[in-house]
């Protein structure tokens, strides 16, 4: 973020600086609460600066006011309507309470610029609001353009293999699961949750189509990598139901 702020008082513009990095501070440390009160003051400054309103409307997020997040993102907007990380913001918060129609709306409002830098996070955005809309064809497409502009965003692939298996396109979902785990070879990429929930999925996908041993074998590697984990407990469960037919 950056803040132009008028040419006055000096000192004032020098109070007007650390007000923001304190603020910016507590919400990198994920303490947004603690940077509100500071936005606040910054806001009543420059009721119309729309970088001062993002911020809060950060802060509110991160805070869980989602009301205020709302109403805050889009007055900043009203007063930046170039703002393409706005955009981004407010489709994420209508991802949150599952407004899945604004979600499409406002991430495609992020996509209408060519600048914009992070288009494969808008369409992965956009494909979970139609999956969530039960519309399996669009989100697919909106995966594989997510996909296209960012070869290794992990979380396109793992949606996409989603829908695969709700489809039950089983094998088209275990191709994606393959192609998801030979990215995440490096754990600095995927925490051992995500690889945990990743062999789960693709075992499934092998239990569906008749191949027990395959579907053992990575049922087994996700309780190894996070055996307390939610797919760690899944995966222990149908090893134990497998393991008796």
């Known amino acids: 973020f950056s803040i132009t702020c008028t040419r006055e008082n000096p000192e004032k513009e020098k109070q007007k ?12 440390k994920n303490e947004p609460k603690r940077a509100i009160a500071s936005l606040l003051e910054l806001e009543k400054e420059e009721p119309k600066n729309s970088e001062i ?7 509110y997020y991160k805070s869980e006011i989602l009301n205020l997040a709302e109403e805050t993102f889009l007055r900043s907007y009203e007063f930046n309507t170039k703002d393409l990380e706005i955009c981004l913001y ?6 949150d309470i599952a407004r899945w129609n604004e979600v499409i709306l406002w991430a495609n409002k992020a996509l209408d610029n060519i600048l914009f830098p992070n288009p494969q996070v808008a ?4 494909g979970w609001a139609y999956y969530n809309l039960s ?13 296209t502009n960012d070869g290794n ?25 393959v192609k998801l785990l030979s990215m995440c070879s490096s754990k600095d990429k ?29 049922l087994k590697k996700a309780l190894d990598i996070a055996p307390k984990s939610k797919y760690g407990l899944e995966s222990q469960k149908l090893v134990k139901i497998l393991g008796n037919e």
Do not use: H, W
């Not at 929930?197 to 693709?202: A, N």
């Open 17 to 28: 600086e650390i007000l923001l990095d304190i603020s910016k501070n507590f919400i990198l």
């Open 190 to 218: 995927c925490p051992n949750f995500y690889l945990s929930e990743f062999y789960y999925r693709l075992a499934l996908c092998f239990k569906f189509t008749e191949n027990r041993e395959k579907a053992l074998k990575y």
């Open 53 to 59: 309103k993002k911020l809060l409307g950060l802060a």
């Open 123 to 126: 369409y992965n955005l956009i």
């Open 135 to 147: 519309d399996y064809q669009n989100a697919l497409k909106s995966y594989k353009q997510s996909i």
């Open 90 to 95: 407010i489709a994420q918060l209508y991802a």
């Open 153 to 177: 965003y992990v979380l396109a692939y793992n949606n996409m293999g989603k829908v695969y298996f709700d489809l039950k396109r089983y094998k088209k979902a275990g191709e994606t699961y």
